[in-house]
């Protein structure tokens, strides 16, 4: 299923991220350019992606024709030009927001003038993006979650000049894509981050008062309320740095101590213990499917 009005998605960055918006982008049937800086990180991207559908095809939630189709509509690129004829370009390259103000301004002038512009930002204001290009009224957010193909939800953010029908298309296109969109305003961590961050930034709190260990805290919160992830391998998981970054935002936008950053959390990412990509965080992950807790 496509949308009416968007033929072609244009993905800026192919991490984790706009790897796997690409991935679902392409796989449902939209032709797809996904735009890197470099080549070695496009390949490293396409080859994360070629892994994913691999999962899917091995246990037949798609087919190998599927597959190949899939890969068959994904274009890499290097150059912003090839996002020219796009109708919605979803950003999600590093979370800076003076690269993201220039990366649009830049393809403001690039992309046709019908386009929508979305960011993959999990906490930056949209607002302050949207005001680098000239179309006020076609910016949007569009929020999806590690890891995007297994995922279900994307929040669909609007600030006080989206135009009404470019959320409601956003909200469809959202659909397409085999998600659940929800709607949500231009606020820091938008409605999941909004609480999902101090939970995650509380258990580091129970952990330095010495109310559990970590391996006690995340086997409270998995075996007593359900949750897929105990907070600490969720932390490991997204990183700590990742965490660190938007509880930092998140604390400057409302100024409130829950959104605040926790000492221990802080001495880690200093120490550069930033979770399973560093092969350390609360947890060793030395032997990846049997990760040790340290703390
Ligand atoms: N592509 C395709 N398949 C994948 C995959 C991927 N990227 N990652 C995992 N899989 C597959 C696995 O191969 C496995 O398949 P089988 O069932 O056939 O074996 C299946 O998915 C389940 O994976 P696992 O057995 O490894 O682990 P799991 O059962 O714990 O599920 C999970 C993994 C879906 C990630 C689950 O643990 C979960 O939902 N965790 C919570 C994740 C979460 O909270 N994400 C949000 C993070 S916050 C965020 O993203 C926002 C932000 O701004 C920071």
Known sequence: MTVDGIQKVGVLGCGLMGGGIAQV???????????????EFLKKGMAGIEKSLGRFVEKGALTAEQRSGTLGRLEGTTNFEDLAECDIVIEAITENLEVKRETFAKIDKIVKPSAIFASNTSSLVITEMMTATKRVDRFIGMHFFNPVPLMKLVEVVGTITTAREVLDQAMKFGSSLGKVPIRTSDRSGFIVNRLLVPYLLDAVRALEEGVGSVEDIDKGMKLGCGYPMGPFTLLDFVGLETTYYIANIMFEE?????????PLLKRLVLAGHHGKKTGRGFYDHSDPANPKPLY
């Open 25 to 39: 982008a392409a796989t449902a049937g939209y032709p797809t350019v996904v735009k890197e800086v470099a080549d």
């Open 254 to 262: 409302f100024r409130e101590k829950r959104f605040a950053p926790p």
